[in-house]
């Protein structure tokens, strides 16, 4: 037990402290936890043989990271997307394998190996590429979006890869691998459903099992979740996601398929429902933890001697494969119209290899396609290309982009047709007006709400929801806060309003944070917790039915009218000074009786104004409209006589 | 230099064509300063206090608006109603507005041929638009006659928007410099008929 602790701690301090260090170089996460695995593996030598085993535990994460990916895919996104999906991904993947391939043979490698070869180039990297988009902000250009439909026909790709792959194994590396295994003491048969099974009933198993997550997921798990949610117990609700991967993964293996094929369809088919960003924000941190871990297993299996040995080799294919593949993408560029900067930004982005390569690599040995040693080899290729990938994204902003930038900015600006984001936190009574006020002028919005019956019945009349709790920050991301305009916080927590409030002041400071106020003390901790605007959830309604009592007691509908408007415009104009004085109350408690006493004065300038309407010429609510002195006619024509 | 005050009237901006790109053009213009009356009172609620203030503190008063009805656009007549007070504007020590210009820049629909005794509007614009007339008179202000643009619809399409910007951009500068000689628009109908007087009166400044 204690050496798993020890291990552990080892495995978590080296990922702490190197991929933040790896971060703030741009250098990107996942070369942070290859570094870290670099450091506690081959330099220090404090983890050592067992990061094979802890590797197919943290496989797992891929498994997570496709369910993730099936998620963020909604079927009618993936339909609008085809053309370029297809085109640019599809071309991408089939050409650079195909040259890998073809190069791989000429280097005198059987075509099996280089056809695996070829695959695992063709991929490049998600991780690296999307997190530097963001970073620097070309997720929305031309070149930043080509990109994205390229990465996620890869990830795509991959699930067929991984199906194809064993198809490839070298029978002389299947036989050493059962004499060693049957030489192997307490070797136990992987457990199958189908083991032995005749070919048409087996092919029946692994249908109906697909067909089984696929509609189970769409239609069984929605009752589950719901159930789940209602009883308000978050750690169930994990425990009930993680289930569903789990639970997917091993009925996927015990019919022969591969796990990631299965969570990935389960994924697909929650993509639209209500649970979507919910799940995605509970199984992101346990996909991110095992990846990671996965990750470090690569960077401790890195073999440096071989890499002394073969420093040139290594260097010498790395820049080959990075050649090749960005020729490939350079011509998509140029075949699908990619303009200028876009151009080089979409070819440079996506010439490294990328982290499924390794998990590909991995796969690939346990299923006796590469032998070993070539597996370490090109290991160490696809590390080096990921390193070299800040390289790229630094040519392209020192070099590139300068000799584009004057162009570009003569040309005018594009309008801008997507507006941003609003996302609507709570959506009961309060949030569903604004909500409906917004759709209907066609802004965009995402709708967070922790009560399901309240998803249920927005969904029952088409509007786009979302079950979740909005004060969590990982919520909040999945939900896009990065590219929001504005957050509506339409909650009933006062308290947990108000820290939502301070935490995306403080983190997303570019958001106008608006927010339903219950009641005037709940309206002054929003205002302190920095919200821009407070809008009382009473204060309007209560003061439209005094303008209806007025009228009922047959005071002019005009007059009624301008009383309101005068009402507002007294209390706005004291807004100021009564917050200040309360935020002195609640620093100290003596402003307590001014508080009060400020609160009378108001009702009592209110009164007075009020009162002026009609003795008064010059009050404030009709003053505009007061008639002349009765005799200022005739003083006039004296004036002008 | 004197310093000039745009009250600009228009409910329909996004379909505006001639009027939004003459505002947003004056916003650069130096000693200007541009109000956009239904942003800044989008319920009508105009703050008379603040309206007056910003009289006093201007010599050159312009309404911007496209015509509607012969008239100008409803906040414009409400912000007459209101800003222009007994006491303020004229009657017992009402004198504040005594000594400054004004003028409007206005555009229309119809053709300039419309506008005339013998088109089918019946009047001159000049002569529609005589409330205003009057009461800048009236609150002791020297009236100018309008700057126009006709035809407005076609403007776009005939490429006259931006000559007119550029004329606008003259006679602002003129008023400011006040190179100008208030009696040469008596007689004229719009301020547009004098435009080379305005450039030389210009150029004399410039030398």
Redesign the interface.
């Known amino acids: 037990m204690t050496v798993y602790f020890i291990q552990t701690f080892i495995y978590l301090l080296a990922a702490i402290i190197a991929v933040p260090l790896a971060k703030r170089f741009g250098l990107g996460s996942v070369l942070g936890y290859l570094i870290a695995g670099v450091v506690i593996g081959p330099m220090i030598g404090l983890v050592g043989d067992e990061t094979v085993t802890i590797q197919h535990f943290a496989e797992f994460g891929v498994v997570m990271m496709l369910f993730l990916v099936g998620l963020e895919l909604e079927p009618k996104m993936l339909w609008q997307m085809r053309s370029r999906l297809l085109g640019l991904g599809g071309l991408q993947v089939g050409l650079t394998a195909a040259a890998v391939t073809g190069i791989a043979i000429l280097l005198g490698q059987t075509w099996t190996i280089a056809l695996s070869i070829g695959l695992i180039f063709s991929l490049s990297s998600t991780a690296i590429v999307l997190q530097t988009f963001n970073e620097k902000g070309l997720a929305k250009t031309e070149g930043g979006r080509a990109a994205f439909s390229v990465l996620l026909f890869q990830d795509i790709a991959v699930i067929p890869m991984l199906a194809l792959i064993p198809l490839l194994a070298i029978p002389e590396l299947v036989e050493i691998a059962q004499t060693m295994a049957t030489a192997s003491e307490g070797h136990h048969e992987e457990l199958s459903f189908v083991s032995g099974l005749a070919p048409w009933l087996y092919a029946l198993v692994t249908i109906s099992a697909v067909i089984a997550v696929i509609v189970g997921g769409h239609y069984l798990s929605r009752p589950l979740f719901r159930f789940v949610a209602n009883s308000g117990l978050r750690e169930i609700f994990t425990a009930a996601a993680l289930m569903l991967v789990i639970g997917i993964a091993a009925l996927m293996s015990l019919v022969g398929l591969s796990p990631a094929l299965g969570t990935f369809l389960a994924g697909v088919a929650l993509a639209n429902s209500e649970f979507r960003h919910e799940l995605e924000s509970t199984v992101e941190p346990f996909k991110g933890l095992l990846l990671g871990l996965f990750f470090i297993t690569v960077g401790a299996g890195i073999n440096f001697g071989l890499l002394v040995s073969n420093a040139l080799l290594v260097v010498g294919l790395t820049l080959g494969v990075m050649l090749i593949k960005a020729l490939v993408l350079f011509g998509l560029a140029k075949t699908f119209r990619i303009q200028q900067s876009d151009k080089w930004l979409f070819t440079l982005s996506l010439a490294q290899a990328g982290e499924f390569g390794f998990v590909l690599l991995s796969f690939s040995t346990q299923n006796h396609v590469l032998p070993t040693d070539l597996s370490q080899l090109l290991s160490l290729v696809v590390a080096l290309s990921m390193f070299l990938t800040p390289g790229l994204f630094i040519l392209f902003d020192k070099v590139v982009m300068p000799k584009f930038e004057l162009d570009e900015n003569e040309r005018e600006a594009d309008d801008i047709d997507e507006q941003g984001t609003v996302i609507i936190a709570g959506v009961g009574r309060f949030g569903q007006i604004v909500n409906r006020l917004l759709m209907a002028n066609g802004v965009k919005t995402v709708v967070l709400d922790h009560e399901v019956t309240q998803i249920d019945n927005l969904r029952r009349v088409n509007i786009k929801s979302y079950y979740g709790d909005a004060t969590r920050s990982d919520l909040l991301h999945t939900a896009g806060i990065e590219q929001a305009k504005c957050l509506v916080i339409a909650i009933d927590d006062q308290i947990r309003a108000v820290d939502l409030v301070k935490h995306v002041k403080k983190h997303h400071a570019h958001v106008k944070v608006m927010a339903r106020a219950f009641d005037r003390g709940h309206g002054y901790r929003l205002r302190q917790a920095g919200a821009d605007t407070i809008i009382s959830e009473t204060y309007h309604s209560a003061l439209e039915l005094g303008g209806q009592v007025l009228r009922a007691l047959d005071f002019h509908p005009f007059h009624a009218e301008q009383t309101k408007s005068t009402f507002l415009e007294i209390e706005a104009s004291h807004r100021d000074v009564l917050f200040d004085t309360w935020v002195k109350i609640t620093e100290d408690d003596k402003y307590g009786s001014k508080y009060s006493q400020l609160f009378m004065e108001i009702e009592e300038t209110l009164g007075k104004r009020m009162q002026k309407d009609r003795s008064d010429r010059h009050s404030r609510t009709v003053r505009g409209w007061t008639p002349p002195p009765k005799d200022y006619s005739s003083k006039l024509s004296q004036e002008d006589s | 230099m004197q310093k000039v005050l745009i009250l600009f009237a228009h409910p329909s901006q996004g379909r505006s064509e001639v009027n939004y790109p003459l505002f947003e053009a004056s916003r650069h213009f130096e000693g200007v300063t541009v109000v956009d009356l239904y942003a800044e009172y989008p319920?009508f609620?105009?703050d008379?206090d603040k309206e007056q203030a910003r009289l006093i503190e201007h010599d050159i008063i312009v309404f911007m608006f496209p015509l509607y009805w012969y008239s100008t656009p409803s906040i414009l007549k409400e912000w007459q109603?209101?800003?222009f007070?007994?006491g303020f504007a004229?009657?017992?020590d009402g004198d504040q507005l005594k000594g400054k210009t004004f003028l409007a820049a206005v555009s229309t629909g119809g053709s300039e041929d419309a506008y005339q005794t013998d088109g089918y509007n019946h009047f001159t614009l000049r002569e529609l638009l005589h409330p205003l007339e009057q009461t800048a008179v009236f609150t002791g202000m020297k009236y100018l006659p309008p700057f126009a643009l006709f035809s407005a619809r076609t403007a776009v399409e005939e490429d006259r928007v931006q000559c007119h910007i550029r004329d606008w951009h003259l006679v602002i500068q003129a008023l400011q410099a006040s190179c100008f000689d208030h009696t040469i628009c008596d007689q004229t109908e719009t301020i547009n008929c004098v435009m080379p007087k305005i450039k030389s009166c210009l150029e004399g400044v410039c030398k």
């Open positions: 319920n609620r105009i008379i109603d209101l800003v007070e007994h004229y009657g017992k």
